[in-house]
């Protein structure tokens, strides 16, 4: 055997490199596998042994800690086959060599090469020629084996798991809120905190019927959220974080809240570049699936509404709009108008007139797909009235339901997160009545430690000190919210539907949603009126009539008579000085405004009246320019003759510009050009004279 191994390395082997491949497959290989470690490198002894030179050893280990799975992340392998093709290996060496590669397509595309370029292979079992028919075969089982060998391991580990799972059994990592007990059973955690934060994460996404919403929610009314740390030293504390809108998106899309056991929610598979996919399936789908295994924070219909409701808010984003959770602004009905043209659901489009935003619900969807006008335009105020008239008619008998429901519900929420913010402040003084015992029990000579818990202790009044703060300015701004007299207003308007309504403190998200507890959908009609089909939750319906709103032209229009009066008005004054008159006079314009300059200047426009600057053109004056040439002083001269009185100026325009009357005869001769020293400096500061008056 020995002299058949010699016989295979001949002196054309030993001119090339020997490669040694170490692999370990986990780093905890690396690191407790030391031995094996050692026995590869104990191969190079061998190729020394069998006549390479130490120069001659090439040692690829960059692949350590790599799995063997596929060659495609495997630096160092893929070296190795690079190396071989090139015919630079006289030997290639590795512990178990069938390992080198641990997926059959690798290994035999290495044994191929191996065998064309005349490398040998070396293991702890002897060396191999792949150009041999017989070490090939050899080789190729060896990997084989090896590949059955990784297959049998994983499906022994893999069906255990399985086994397990489909028990209901099987460990798993717990989403926050949850515990296992000493029996193994899953808990609720015993952190009370916990437990509320997670509740009222599924009670503020109840009532706000969105993700982000609830994220705001817990913002602002300076709640956290707690977080399980699975790494580092600190590995299962709970950390407290502000909440974050995957966050939110992950407790409310994980079906263990509702008490089910459930695994294989996702398919895995492996792409050919070696990257991975995941693929979310239904319910139908997992490999395990229990419901009620353990105790839950809500039910299962809970947590489909939910998801149905998350899925829905998603489309509102997309392409479908569906009816989406209600928004800031004041479309009453956003979200619930269909077009009766088509069928579309319709959007919003806010408009703004004076200090009110006036919503347009607009048709525009297949619009803008196709490239085709808007299908419809409805302008939103009218429309909002009459559904706002017609809820405060005819929904009399659940009147104080609605309004009971929306009161306590304001109440309740404000409760709830003061019991769960007074829940913080009593944690950090319990942990710093912790730190203050235990400083007290050190032993006063140990001044290391007894330093140390002083330093800590400290630490923890100071963040109780920062609770404590934190809780009563919270409490004040709710309190502020809501006084002994606001309370009282509440209740009285608990009571009374149409006055909610009405009310303008009533913020529109909750108008909005009073609207959704009760109407289904409107559907709108554009003719000679808007027809508006609205479809109440309970099936019963009702049509409106809605008169078109007249145009704002119309209602806008500037009277003939205060036309005339600018027009007139012109003769002797700027734009800026028209509007001083007016509103001292106490006129208004069309739009109800207060005159300024500039809209003075849009009326003249659109008016086609003639400009200051033309009427006073036309009585024959000069500008600056031409008079100054006609005088032959420059123009600064003529600005100083002017304030002097010297010559006779008219404003035209509101940033103080001039045209001249021909000074003729009377004309002022050029050494006059300074009589600022002639006059005295006062008569420099004469200038706010009005000059408009001829
Ligand atoms: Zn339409």
């Not at 040694?20 to 031995?35: D, H, I, K």
């Not at 000493?182 to 916990?194: A, F, T, Y």
């Not at 919503?359 to 619009?367: A, E, I, K, L, S």
């Not at 123009?635 to 325009?653: E, F, M, P, Q, S």
């Given at each position: 055997?020995?002299?058949?191994?010699?016989?295979?390395?001949?002196?054309?082997?030993?001119?090339?490199?020997?490669?040694?491949?170490?692999?370990?497959?986990?780093?905890?290989?690396?690191?407790?596998?030391?031995?094996?470690?050692?026995?590869?490198?104990?191969?190079r002894q061998r190729a020394l042994a069998l006549g390479w030179r130490v120069d001659q050893l090439v040692v690829i280990d960059s692949d350590l800690g790599q799995s063997g799975a596929s060659a495609v992340d495997r630096a160092g392998f893929q070296r190795l086959v690079t190396e071989v093709s090139l015919g630079k290996a006289g030997i290639v060496m590795g512990l178990e060599v069938s390992r080198l590669a641990r997926n059959s397509t690798d290994w035999h595309r290495l044994l191929e090469i191996c065998a064309l370029a005349d490398s040998l292979i070396l293991d702890e079992d002897g060396i191999y020629d792949p150009a041999h028919f017989n070490d090939r075969l050899l080789l190729g089982l060896k990997g084989t084996m090896s590949e059955a060998e990784l297959h049998v391991l994983r499906a022994r580990l893999r069906g255990g798991i399985l086994n397990k799972a489909r028990r209901g059994e099987l460990e798993?990592?717990?989403?926050?809120?949850?515990?296992?007990?000493?029996?193994?059973?899953?808990?609720?955690?015993?952190?009370?905190?916990?437990?509320?934060?997670?509740?009222?994460?599924?009670?503020?996404?109840?009532?706000?019927?969105?993700?982000?919403?609830?994220?705001?929610?817990?913002?602002?009314?300076?709640?956290?959220?707690?977080?399980?740390?699975?790494?580092?030293?600190?590995?299962?504390?709970v950390m407290w974080q502000e909440l974050q809108h995957s966050r939110a998106l992950w407790v409310l899309h994980n079906p263990r809240y509702t008490g089910a056991f459930c695994f294989g929610r996702s398919r895995h598979r492996k792409l050919p570049d070696g990257r991975h996919t995941f693929e979310r399936l239904e319910p139908p789908e997992w490999t395990a699936f229990i419901r009620d295994a353990h105790e839950a924070y809500i039910s299962w219909e809970e947590f489909e509404q939910n998801t149905q409701c998350l899925r829905e808010n998603a489309h509102a984003i997309g392409a479908d709009r569906e009816?989406?959770?209600?928004?800031?602004?004041?479309?009453?009905?956003?979200?619930?108008?269909?077009?009766?043209?088509?069928?579309?659901?319709?959007?919003?489009?806010?408009?703004?007139?004076?200090?009110?935003?006036?919503?347009?619900?607009?048709?525009?969807?297949?619009?803008?797909?196709?490239g085709q006008p808007l299908c419809q335009q409805i302008h939103g105020a009218g429309l909002d009235a009459a559904i706002g008239e017609l809820l405060v008619q005819q929904v009399t008998p659940v009147t104080l339901e609605v309004a009971l429901a929306v009161q306590q519900e304001i109440e309740s929420r404000s409760e709830q997160s003061d019991r769960l913010r007074r829940q913080e402040v009593e944690r950090a003084r319990y942990e710093s009545d912790l730190s203050r015992r235990r400083f007290m029990q050190v032993d006063p000579d140990n001044r290391l430690v007894a330093d140390?818990?002083?330093?800590?202790?400290?630490?923890?009044?100071?963040?109780?000190?920062?609770?404590q703060d934190r809780y009563e300015k919270q409490r004040q701004a709710e309190g502020a919210g809501?006084?002994?007299?606001?309370?009282?207003?509440i209740l009285a308007l608990a009571q009374d539907f149409p006055r909610l309504w009405n009310d303008p403190r009533t913020p529109?998200?909750?108008?909005?949603?009073?609207?959704?507890?009760?109407?289904?959908?409107?559907?709108?009609?554009?003719?000679?009126?808007?027809?508006?089909?609205?479809?109440?939750?309970?099936?019963?319906?009702?049509?409106?009539?809605?008169?078109?709103?007249?145009?704002?032209?119309?209602?806008?229009?500037?009277?003939?008579?205060?036309?005339?009066?600018i027009d007139q008005l012109l003769d002797d004054h700027t734009d800026g000085d028209i509007a001083k008159l007016l509103n001292h006079k106490g006129t208004k314009s069309g739009a109800g405004h207060r005159f300024n300059r500039w809209i003075v200047a849009r009326l003249r426009k659109s008016y086609d009246l003639r400009s200051r600057y033309d009427?006073?053109?036309?009585?024959?004056?000069?500008?600056m320019r031409?008079?100054?040439?006609?005088?032959?002083?420059?123009?600064?001269?003529?600005?100083?003759?002017?304030?002097?009185?010297?010559?006779?100026?008219?404003?035209?325009?509101?940033?103080?510009?001039?045209?001249?009357?021909?000074?003729?005869?009377?004309?002022?001769?050029?050494?006059?050009?300074?009589?600022?020293?002639?006059?005295?400096?006062?008569?420099?500061?004469?200038?706010?004279?009005?000059?408009?008056?001829?």
């Open positions: 055997m020995i002299s058949e191994t010699h016989s295979k390395v001949q002196a054309r082997h030993l001119k090339r490199n020997a490669y040694l491949y170490v692999r370990q497959s986990t780093l905890r290989q690396v690191f407790e596998n030391t031995e094996s470690t050692q026995r590869q490198y104990d191969l798993m990592r717990l989403p926050i809120g949850f515990v296992y007990d000493n029996q193994g059973k899953v808990r609720l955690d015993p952190d009370v905190r916990i437990q509320e934060s997670l509740r009222e994460l599924f009670r503020t996404f109840r009532r706000t019927g969105s993700a982000s919403a609830t994220v705001k929610a817990f913002r602002a009314q300076g709640l956290k959220f707690p977080r399980r740390r699975y790494k580092g030293a600190a590995t299962g504390e009816r989406g959770a209600p928004r800031e602004g004041p479309a009453l009905l956003q979200g619930l108008v269909i077009c009766a043209q088509c069928g579309e659901r319709m959007t919003i489009r806010y408009h703004q007139r004076q200090t009110t935003r006036i919503p347009d619900y607009m048709c525009q969807r297949r619009g803008i797909q196709n140390s818990l002083e330093a800590e202790w400290n630490q923890k009044l100071r963040s109780l000190a920062d609770a809501l006084n002994e007299q606001q309370r009282a207003n529109d998200r909750e108008r909005k949603r009073m609207v959704r507890l009760l109407i289904a959908d409107v559907t709108l009609l554009k003719g000679a009126d808007v027809r508006a089909q609205v479809r109440f939750n309970g099936g019963a319906t009702c049509t409106l009539h809605i008169p078109l709103p007249t145009p704002y032209w119309m209602t806008h229009q500037t009277p003939a008579a205060l036309v005339a009066e009427r006073l053109r036309a009585r024959k004056l000069l500008t031409e008079i100054a040439k006609n005088l032959g002083v420059k123009a600064d001269t003529i600005k100083v003759w002017r304030r002097a009185g010297l010559l006779v100026g008219h404003r035209y325009n509101d940033k103080g510009a001039y045209l001249f009357e021909n000074p003729g005869a009377g004309a002022p001769r050029k050494n006059q050009h300074d009589p600022a020293k002639r006059l005295g400096r006062n008569s420099l500061s004469q200038r706010s004279v009005t000059p408009t008056h001829s």
